[in-house]
């Protein structure tokens, strides 16, 4: 058919292209108008803060991988001490646990010989940190660490795979912590735990920058808007709080 003969052919073609573009323009403002519910920006914010606000609370900068020493300073097992974050867990050997935010995999490596038939996901954004992981698993011959390259929004965890997601002193960092949330409540097996350990925000005397804190109050009201049900909190710990929620 020759468009010759219709001169209204390319009229109706702008007419459907305009059609098209307006509605992606629409669908646009719609998604900016869902994340602007969700987050707001502030002009004045925070030096240790991204200027972003979740819930009332301002979202901290992330620690770059240029801090990869800090996470293994040896003071550490003192100040944190590990070992019982690790025991509060209580792992199965057929456990799979997603360390969020892994760094360089201090939790990882702790978790790694008690769940020998199950495995350690050990998820972060920067790439770097996951090279320290992988170096690390060479170094050492451990077999059930698997590094993960996340997104800032994305946690890149199959729908039920895992038993465990624990987050220690990262949660706070995250600049999407909604988007993440729901990835990882989606990964989460029937019954699966959820565990943050945050220092202490309520105490003005834990001597950590207040963005890299948080409240027992906060963390479960953040929790709830995502569908997670606060089970308990553990305060065995010298300054941070160990909180339990399930899917």
């Known amino acids: 058919m020759s468009t010759k003969n219709h001169p209204n052919f390319f009229g109706r073609v702008t007419a459907i292209i305009f059609i098209i573009l307006c509605g992606l323009i629409l669908s646009a403002c719609q998604t900016l108008e869902v994340v602007s519910a969700v987050y707001q920006d502030r002009a004045i914010h925070s030096p240790d803060g ?13 620690m770059g991988h240029q801090g990869a020493m800090w996470l293994e300073r040896s003071s550490r097992e003192k100040e944190e001490q590990p070992n019982l974050v690790v025991e509060a867990l209580d792992l199965k050997p057929t456990d799979i646990v997603a360390d969020i935010g892994a760094g360089t995999g201090y939790f990882s490596f702790r978790i790694s010989p008690l769940v020998p038939e199950g495995k350690v996901l050990a998820v972060d954004i920067q790439p770097q940190m996951l090279d320290i ?8 011959s451990v077999t059930n660490v698997e590094p993960i390259l996340a997104s800032v929004t994305d946690p890149k965890l199959p729908p039920q795979s895992i038993d465990l997601a624990l987050m220690v002193d990262a949660y706070h960092e995250f ?24 220092y202490r925000g309520e105490n003005p005397f834990v001597m950590i920058k207040p963005l890299h804190k948080m409240t027992q109050n906060q963390v479960r009201k953040e929790m709830s808007a995502i569908g997670l049900v606060w089970v308990e909190t553990k305060n065995i710990l010298p300054q941070q709080h160990i909180m339990v929620f399930k899917k």
């Not at 993440?180 to 943050?196: D, F, H, S």
């Open 50 to 62: 991204i200027g972003k606000v979740y819930m009332g609370r301002e979202i901290a900068q992330v």
């Open 133 to 140: 992981i992988n170096f690390l698993n060479k170094e050492n």
């Open 175 to 198: 600049s999407y912590p909604k988007e993440v949330m729901e990835g990882i409540v989606t990964a989460l097996k029937p019954g699966g735990r959820v565990v943050l350990v945050e």
